[in-house]
């Protein structure tokens, strides 16, 4: 088993630092946790659970990142945890922009990230703390998709997933997470 | 370097095909279709101690439903083969890579003269069910030792009629290739065998100048050159410029890995071609034995291949 991937403390990441002393950032929304998946190995399909602990400044346990088993670089990066929206899988179901040549159905458990959340706007949660259920998550970096994503699924998932493609996190304070925990705001 | 993904697939059948042939069925517990496939084409089973074999798909690459292999027990081998004979039973769920090939036989013309060997007719099955729906002029040579000891005999018989041609050494009849060569001239060979047979064919093709790219052949194990002396060379990443030196005890794989270049691997012979990189310009001693004259211009496998002084790899 390789080491433990060097991770950067979500607020410590130069996206997380600009955005913390930036005002803005929509309020007032409550979302839902609907699905919570892992990978034991980089490459091997996710997995899901009903529930999942999460471990502060580590990860999921059982997941490739939390095990040290996962696909990274060798430059430290956030990656305790990752979050996509359920909104951005239904816009390619869509075709929503018409980027590739129809829709592209990017279920669940093929996307790759660990939680699929629906009611939360990802993309202004950089430099923000939030809750699931009990567990405090601190929003570090936007997730980009990679191309490895691509080969893996045979599917041309890059450019819509772009802008997209969810939030990378940290966990600030652990605990078990299910789906149907309520997601909020926390300053 | 191409990822696959690795899925967890449920053992649906286990068939004794011989004494010491074993075919499984697996299917995917979820997806009613599994990654498409085309004939040639090998998967990577996982092991519980975390060792990786590859395995041909021997199934119908029309049919998406399941992955058929059939595995020899090789009691002399690397474990895999016996661990699959001793424990993996229906309803088992085992890591199976999306299948990947190196063969791509399929899409070429004219005349097929396909020779298995062995447990090599796994691949060579896969394609002559493709060649016989599409009625495709093809050839099958099966050598065999008994037919009790061979797989797939009865298949290979209904799939091919009076194309197929068993050779049972145990009978005193042995496929002479010089012959074979002579009679089929102007079609593509495409072999998968033993050693000693495909040896056997590379030395006739050698002999007769049979023309390279209308020869085919995929190995099972690693090159056998128990002479080789490896020697120390540089590889230079041309996206960096960065300079690494490869010792003559390293292979270039672990020497990447330890300066922050991953590359994805499995085997580490030479036989599965996961590892395999772009480069641009040296002498690379080629070791593996899955790249052929062609793509070793510009490919190299660097779990086992080296080079002599400098090479430049895309990367």
Known sequence: MTDKPEMTEAFSHPAAKAAIGTEGGVTGWKGELLHIHIAPKASFEMEELEEATCVAGRGIEGDRYFLGTGTYSARPDVREITLIELEALD???????????????????DHRRNLTVRGVPLNHLVGRRFRVGEVILRGGRLNFPCKYLETLLDSPVYLPLYNRSGLNCGIEKGGVIRPGDEIEMLD | MSARLVMKLRVAEVTKLTPEITGFRFVHPRRPRLPEWTAGAHVDVHLPDGAVRQYSLCGDPGDRSSYRIAVKREDGGRGGSAWLHAHAAADMEIPVSAPRNHFHIETREGRHVLIAGGIGVTP???????????????????????????????EL???????????????????DPLALM??????????????????????AADQVGWPLEAYHTERFTALSDAGFEPESFQAVIASTGTELDVPADRSLLSVLAENGIELDSSCEIGVCGS?????LKGDVIHRDVVLGPKAQRTRLMPCVSRAAGKVVLDL
Not at chain 2, 157 to 175: F, I, K, N, Q, Y
């Open chain 1, 91 to 109: 816009a390619l179901a869509r075709n929503d922009p018409p980027l590739q040549d129809g829709p592209i159905e990017l279920l669940p458990i």
């Open chain 2, 124 to 154: 060579l099955l896969a394609l002559a069910r493709v060649f016989a729906r599409e009625n495709r002029d093809f050839a099958f040579h099966y050598c065999i030792r008994h037919p009790h000891k061979a797989a797939f005999v009865d």
């Open chain 2, 275 to 279: 590892c395999e990189c772009g480069y």
């Open chain 2, 157 to 175: 018989r209904e799939l091919c009629g009076d194309r197929l041609t068993l050779w049972v050494s145990d009978e005193g009849a042995m496929l």
């Open chain 2, 182 to 203: 002579d009679a089929e001239r102007g079609a593509q060979l495409v072999v998968c065998g033993p050693a000693p047979l495909t040896d056997a064919i590379e030395a």
